[in-house]
């Protein structure tokens, strides 16, 4: 009989070494560990402007039902738009036994910003440069591509605001890491999806880590506290 599983995501034009450290340490505690790459993702920014909502979670649930058919129990650990992806996945599946979420993309934007980013699609422009590493340890870089392009950037808007009214569908516990100082997502990203979900919520503070907080400062941390909370959910043995 396997062990419980855990599906791992990676943020907005990142890759799964920002969560690999994450990923691993469940991987020892026993759970069988699924860390995608998410379409359009670890390549070319052309890559990343042919995808979108739809073909990352299409993506993330078919590994997904791989995984569950696979495990007895199983948890979700997301960070940014992994983070999305995550509460996506628990609204849908209710038998999901626990989500952990790091500084999460879950408050919807304005409209004002969304009517901007549409006019300078329409005028020409792709990508604007984005931080490439928001990391407070200067010793540590992300893979990424170092700037949003914007069509990917609006359907992942789009699909944040789908999901907005389902947040309280989400039955399950949820661990929330949320980074005091983040240069990407704000935190009151965070108390908008403590705010609004059914289950039980875990907050843990960063005090010390930026956005990828995976891969900063904080990151021992929060593998420990990922680790516990995945096996007090699924009734897994301590290793």
Known sequence: MPGPGALVLHGFTGTPRSVSGVAEALSAAGFVVEAPLLPGHGGTMDDLLATGWADWSGAVERVHEDLARRCPQLVVVGLSLGG???????????DIAGIACVNPMIEPVADSFLDMLEQLIASGFASVPAYS???????????????????PLLSLFAGVAELAPRLADITCPLLLFTSRKDHVVPPSSSDYLAARVSGPVERVVLERSYHVA?????APDIEARTVAFARRVTSAPAA
Do not use: K, N, Y
């Open 84 to 94: 999305s992806l995550t509460c996506w996945l628990a609204a849908q599946h209710p």
């Open 133 to 151: 590493s928001d990391i407070a340890r200067p010793d540590v870089s992300e893979d990424s591509l170092g700037a949003a392009p914007f069509a």
């Open 214 to 218: 995976t891969m900063d400062w904080d």
